[in-house]
Nanobody
C-alpha cells in the first residue's frame, strides 16, 4: 500500500518562507512523477509544481521564481521550498505520486498540510 505523508505547513507572514516535505512509503516504480497541488477555500485544486524521477520540473506561473520543487529518490521524498510567500498562497497543499501501471496510470495523494500566509 502506497502512502504519502506531508509535513512542514504552518502560519507565516507575507514575504516569509516555508519548506514542505512529503515522504512516500510502500512499493512503486522508480519511474514516476511527484507533484505538489494546492486548494484554497472555494477554489479548485491546482497543480503548483511537478518533478519527474529524472529531475525535470514544471511550475505554475503563479509560483515561478518563488517556489522550488526537489526530490530525494533514495529517501522517497519530495520537497517544496516556498519563498516570498503571499497571502494568495494560503491553501491546503497536497503531495501526489503518479506512475504508469499496465496500460494506464495510478495516482496517490497525501492528506494535505495547511499553509496560511498572513498579510
Amino acid at each position: 500500500q502506497v502512502q504519502l505523508v506531508e509535513s512542514g505547513g504552518g502560519l507565516v507572514q507575507a514575504g516569509g518562507s516555508l519548506r514542505l516535505s512529503c515522504v512516500v512509503s510502500g512499493s512503486f516504480p522508480s519511474d514516476n512523477v511527484m507533484a505538489w497541488y494546492r486548494q484554497a477555500p472555494g477554489k479548485k485544486r491546482e497543480q503548483v509544481a511537478r518533478i519527474s524521477s529524472g529531475g525535470a520540473t514544471n511550475y505554475a506561473d503563479s509560483v515561478k521564481g518563488r517556489f522550488t520543487i526537489s526530490r530525494d529518490n533514495a529517501k522517497n521524498m519530495v520537497f517544496l521550498q516556498m519563498n516570498s510567500l503571499k497571502p494568495e498562497d494560503t491553501a491546503v497543499y497536497y503531495c501526489r505520486l503518479e506512475f504508469r501501471w499496465g496500460l494506464g496510470q495510478l495516482e496517490y495523494w497525501g492528506q494535505g498540510t495547511q499553509v496560511t500566509v498572513s498579510s
